[in-house]
T-cell receptor, first 115, second 113 residues
């Protein structure tokens, strides 16, 4: 089956630093990748849709200058949390979408803790 | 905008009990429907999906779901749960060809041995 990886799985950083999270589709090409945020005991909140070679589409309320998304290739998308603050601490999950019939495959998530 | 509602936030069952988790959505157009499961400490996995055809969909691990268009529902069922089914279950809907999915708030299932 389709596999999506994320790196790192855990990151702890100081407030004010930037953190980059990678999302890779390992055995398929994904023209579209999605970035979600999941708070404890809550559902996934879509942050942005990332299309290869174009600018990401951000959901309402998500700061695009805060959460930089780059989808440089058909197998890699990156999310950079810039100038991270404690309120950015969360579980970030990416997914990659295959073609028709379209299905999303999810990465294992990255837990970010900002001190 | 579409929304997805999962009525049961926490369900507690004994092993061998039957399970039904509700999912309703609000979009009136053509949709694709999904159920995902998140086991403790693991990532989201696809349980089953509906795109078209037979509205009764069978997924992995004995799960099935029925799409009832008139009720905008896609309820998840399993005739006999096991302790290993303890997990968080998410219903998701996307408009055909729209790409992004909307997730329900999730239902925590606890199965007592």
């Amino acid at each position: 089956g389709a596999v999506v990886s994320q790196h790192p799985s855990w990151v702890i950083c100081k407030s004010g630093t930037s953190v980059k999270i990678e999302c890779r589709s390992l055995d398929f090409q994904a023209t579209t990748m999605f970035w979600y945020r999941q708070f404890p005991k809550q559902s996934l909140m879509l942050m942005a849709t990332s299309n290869e070679g174009s600018k990401a589409t951000y959901e309402q309320g998500v700061e695009k200058d805060k959460f930089l998304i780059n989808h440089a290739s058909l197998t890699l998308s990156t999310l950079t949390v810039t100038s991270a603050h404690p309120e950015d601490s969360s579980f970030y999950i990416c997914s990659a979408r295959t073609g028709a019939p379209e299905t999303q495959y999810f990465g294992p998530g990255t837990r970010l803790l900002v001190l | 905008a579409q929304s997805v509602s999962q009525h049961n936030h926490h369900v507690i069952l004994s092993e061998a009990a039957s399970l039904e988790l509700g999912c309703n959505y609000s979009y009136g157009g053509t949709v694709n429907l999904f159920w995902y499961v998140q086991y403790p400490g693991q990532h989201l996995q696809l349980l089953l999906k509906y795109f078209s055809g037979d509205p009764l969909v069978k997924g992995i691990k004995g799960f099935e779901a029925e799409f009832i268009k008139s009720k905008f529902s896609f309820n998840l069922r399993k005739p006999s749960v096991q302790w290993s089914d303890t997990a968080e279950y998410f219903c998701a809907v996307n408009e055909t060809n729209a790409g992004k999915s909307t997730f329900g708030d999730g239902t925590t299932l606890t199965v007592k041995p």
